[in-house]
């Protein structure tokens, strides 16, 4: 399979990696000089590399794009055009209006594009979706996730799109649905123009969801909580070991008083696998089979859905129906 992988950066990098080891006739598209050297001494022939994607484009069939977001939209409609399979990293585009353009092209064609959800080839995040569906967490109550560090800010888009969304389509996928109102706060700390701090509350017909997300926080946090009825489920999606903890509490009514009952602490480990590589070969996968992404095209616009609507309740102060 002959793929190109447009973009080489911070993120790109990993892409290019994964790659490396998948059985893939891989060429590079890089408008960065160094970073077309660092893919030469990364074992990529000099004769698969350039700084403009249009000279490989016909040697091709599938395009990576681990681009800026604001190029998204124009690289994947061209790429569609051309009856191209397309990996495109979060977001799908900068928004809702985008993707629905694409999503409408996508319907008239038998192209795969799958959206780089990471999370949702998380092997933790297929536990936890099937610990749900079992009912062994009882009616779920709340979700809570904490997406956060001290890191470099994005310059290509706020925290709420390039790092909320991350776990706003993780409840989307586990929960297997959409919020159906949305409320935020977002904060600009910085003055760059864009949020770096941000809460998203979503309202999951009864259930509520709320994530954080900032540049700030000095700890990494990549912390999900599941709590229901029956037990309360915790994974901290940063740690290497011991990522899933299931606390068996449980509040009892007894004669008109609530007590809270502390039950056993149930330590689920994960087999490690690192999630890109599951999630570049699942599509390598899909192109193969000629099947539906688990990530597609609906589900990132499902996901840039709330995020519009997070900013447009910050704006407005008020909830934001979906």
């Not at 997406?147 to 776990?167: A, E, L």
Request: with cysteine; hydrophobic share 40%.
């Amino acid at each position: 399979m002959k793929i190109m992988q447009i973009g080489t950066g911070r993120w790109g990098s990993n892409h290019l990696r994964v790659f490396r080891n998948l059985n893939v006739d891989l060429y590079i598209a890089e408008i960065s000089a160094e970073q077309r050297k660092k893919c030469i001494e990364q074992g990529v022939p000099e004769d698969h590399i350039t700084s403009e994607y249009s000279e490989f484009l016909d040697r091709v069939s599938v395009l990576d794009i681990v681009t800026p977001a604001s190029t998204h939209f124009s690289l994947c409609k061209e790429f569609i055009l051309k009856g191209k399979d397309i990996f495109v990293e979060k977001p799908v585009t900068e928004t809702v209006r985008q993707a629905e353009e694409l999503a409408l092209m996508l319907q008239e064609s038998d192209i795969i594009l799958q959206v780089g959800h990471i999370f949702r080839f998380d092997p933790a995040t297929t536990f936890i979706k099937d610990y749900i569906q079992s009912g062994e967490l009882g009616e779920i109550h709340s979700l809570s996730g904490n997406f956060s560090g001290f890191k470099r800010p994005r310059s290509d888009g706020g925290v709420t799109i390039s790092d909320s969304i991350h776990f706003v389509d993780f409840f989307n996928y586990i929960m297997g649905r959409t919020p159906v109102k949305v409320m935020a706060r977002l904060h600009d700390i910085l003055k760059r123009g864009m949020d770096d701090m941000s809460w998203v509350w979503m309202d999951y017909g009864g259930v509520s969801a709320i994530v954080e997300a900032n540049y700030f926080s000095p700890q990494k946090k990549r912390l999900v909580t599941v709590v229901g009825a029956k037990a309360t489920l915790v994974c901290d999606f940063a740690s290497s070991q011991d990522k899933i903890k299931i606390y068996k509490n449980q509040h009892v009514l007894d004669n008109n008083t609530w007590k809270s009952v502390g039950g056993e602490i149930i330590h689920k480990e994960i087999l490690p696998a690192e999630p890109l590589f599951l999630e570049l070969k699942d599509f390598l996968h899909c192109v193969e089979t000629r099947t539906n992404p688990r990530a597609d095209i609906q589900s990132g616009l499902d996901s840039l859905r709330v995020v519009e609507a997070a900013i447009r309740s910050h704006s407005e102060g008020r909830v934001v129906p979906l």
